[in-house]
């Protein structure tokens, strides 16, 4: 799969060069790259930045350097194009892992005040957010964005069970981990994960998984119980 994310700040994505995702990076399985927006502006001073129509505090990003540089880099639109904005659709796991199977994936990162509305008007196919929250760039969203759908790319991650029993997996929040040793400051590993029996174990898992869903997040068990009523009604994805 290939990732491109436009910025005005290429460097800030090295980091994505350690750990999982650049090893990832490194064996050929996520090709990713970084391009920086300012290179094409017409600009004698590469400039990519104005003031807004109609006034306000800050600067907006031009169309025109974005234009040419998401031209540049998929000539034919076969990437599907994402903006990160506040305004988006909020990123989830599901989200993640339809991303990963869309195919090659083009992320704008607007920085400032934002981008000129036209460019997202004649390039972009979908606006995403991570958050109820504002960042003074996008840079550090569309990491995130990077991060979370390279763990759905096979081969990323040493097991597929990986991420199926990580957090939103089946809607519920992860139950606890523990490894070596056995107990810790006089804490000890539930007595359950010793014993072998993986039976006990998935039984135990799940429960804890259920107990800190209705502890920490209710709203995911709200929403998987009117999923599961809606089923129950005939209306899942094979009702009529």
Known sequence: MKIRVLTLFPRMFDCLNESIIGRAIKNGILDFAAIDIREYSKDKHQKCDDTP????????????????????????????????????????????????????LLILCGHYEGVDRRVLDLCID???????????????????????????????LGSSASHEDESFSDGLLEYPQYTRPPEFMGLKVPEVLLNGNH??????????????????????????????????????????
């Open 199 to 240: 039976k006990e174990i998935e039984k135990f898992r799940r429960a804890e998984s259920e107990r800190l869903t209705a502890l920490r997040r209710p709203d995911l068990l709200v929403g998987k119980r009117a999923a599961t009523a809606d089923e129950m009604r005939g209306g899942g994805k094979n009702g009529d």
């Open 126 to 156: 979908k606006e995403i957010s991570i958050g109820d929250y504002v960042l003074s760039g996008g840079e550090l969203a569309a990491m995130v964005v990077t991060d979370g759908v390279a763990r759905f790319i096979d081969g990323v």
């Open 53 to 104: 129509y109609g006034g306000g505090a800050g600067m907006v990003m031009t169309a025109q350097p974005i234009y040419d540089c998401i031209n540049a880099v998929d000539p034919n639109h076969e990437y599907l194009r994402v903006y990160m904005a506040p305004q988006g659709e909020t990123l989830s796991d599901g989200l993640c892992r339809d991303l990963a199977r869309s195919g090659d």
